[in-house]
Structure formats: C-alpha cells, structure tokens
C-alpha cells in the first residue's frame, strides 16, 4: 500500500481529503440520481463545507467519511467512512457508517468491500464500542449494503432534519457492536 493511504482493502485506499477532490466531489453530489434519497443535490459550496468538515475531523478524530481511490488506476470513486452523528434523534450521538460513490462505480461491491474495512478500522484502531448506520426507508440499495456488512436492524424512527420532505421522514437505523 503507498503511504498516500491510511488503510487499504483488495481494491481501494482512504486518505484524508485533499483540494483536488473538491471538484470531483461536487460532480458526485450534484448528481440527482446519486442523490436521489436526499432533499437536494448539494451546491459547490456545500461540497466544499462539507471537505473543510471532513478534514477536521479526520485530524481531530481519527476518521470521517474518508475520500475513496481505486487502487488500480488512483481515480477517486467518492467516501466511504465513519462519522460523529450529533443531529438530534433517538439513534445519536453515535459514530456512522455512510457512503456516497459516484454511479460509475455501482454495483461492483465497492461500497461493501470498503464499509467492511471502514468497520474493521473503527473497532480495531479507533477502538468504537458500536457503529450505527441510518438512511430513509426507501433507500434499498444502502441498506442492503448495511445487512450485507452484517449490521442489524435496530429501530425506525423518524428524522427531523428531513421532515420536510414526507419521503425522506421514515428512516431505518441499522447497528453493529464490536467483538473486541
Ligand atoms: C449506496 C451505494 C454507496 C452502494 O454502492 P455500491 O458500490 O453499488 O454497493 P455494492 O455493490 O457493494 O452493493 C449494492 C447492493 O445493492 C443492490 N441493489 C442495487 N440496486 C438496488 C435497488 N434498487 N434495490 C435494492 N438493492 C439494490 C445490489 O444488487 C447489491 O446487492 P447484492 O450484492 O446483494 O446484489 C451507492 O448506490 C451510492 O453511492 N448511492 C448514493 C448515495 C447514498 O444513497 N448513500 C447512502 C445515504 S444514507
């Protein structure tokens, strides 16, 4: 693995962000269908916000949804990570799971191959007791990745912060505890 990554699985690496991602990240969550099961797609300025965030806590911390290459070719596919939840709801504060791939990149395993070394990280060198992971009801395909890392459903619940759109209200929080 070159020292640009943190850690790597069989086919991807996570780094800390860097200024070269902004645009490639803008054209991710820019992209309705990627953002499908959010009330909006984000601006330029929201991406770049939400990498100032990212790199702060990837620095204070230790993770965050951690920007994502594929090791064959070093392209950046989008993050895959853990993150300190403190929105109000039943399920938080609590460190998530969560991922956001670019739709070229769907549907070969990524997303579940990096989660699993995502949770991996998150037990074994962070030392979290419990990782939960949350998404709107209708978001199959997350959650469907969520059982396919083993997680297990905890509870519904709704979500505050999306109330406003009806579609986006009913969210599923799925969990999974260390063996450590
Ligand atoms: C969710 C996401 C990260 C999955 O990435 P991915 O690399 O395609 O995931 P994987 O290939 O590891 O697994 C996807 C699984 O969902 C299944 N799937 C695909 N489309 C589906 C659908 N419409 N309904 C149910 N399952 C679906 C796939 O068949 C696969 O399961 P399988 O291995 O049992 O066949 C990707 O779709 C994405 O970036 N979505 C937009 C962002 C998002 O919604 N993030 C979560 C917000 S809470």
Known sequence: MSDKYLFASERLGFRNWIDS??????????N??????????ATKIQTREFIDKMKLMCVEKGYCYFAVDQLKDESFI????LYYQTYESPVTPNVDIG????????????ATEGAKKCLEYGFNVIKLKNIISTTPI???KS???????????LTEF???RVQSDK???????????SSN
Do not use: H, Q
């Open 138 to 140: 209708i978001n199959t």
């Open 78 to 81: 989008g993050f895959i990570g």
């Open 21 to 30: 991602d902004i645009p490639k990240m803008v054209d991710i969550s820019s």
């Open 143 to 153: 959650i469907r990745v969520m059982e396919k890392i083993g997680m297990e459903k």
């Open 32 to 41: 309705p269908d990627v953002m499908e099961f959010f009330p909006a797609t």
């Open 99 to 110: 991922w956001r791939l670019n739709k070229k990149y769907w549907n070969n395993g990524l």
């Open 167 to 177: 579609r986006l209200e009913d969210c599923v929080c799925y969990e999974i505890t």
């Open 158 to 160: 709704k979500r505050p």
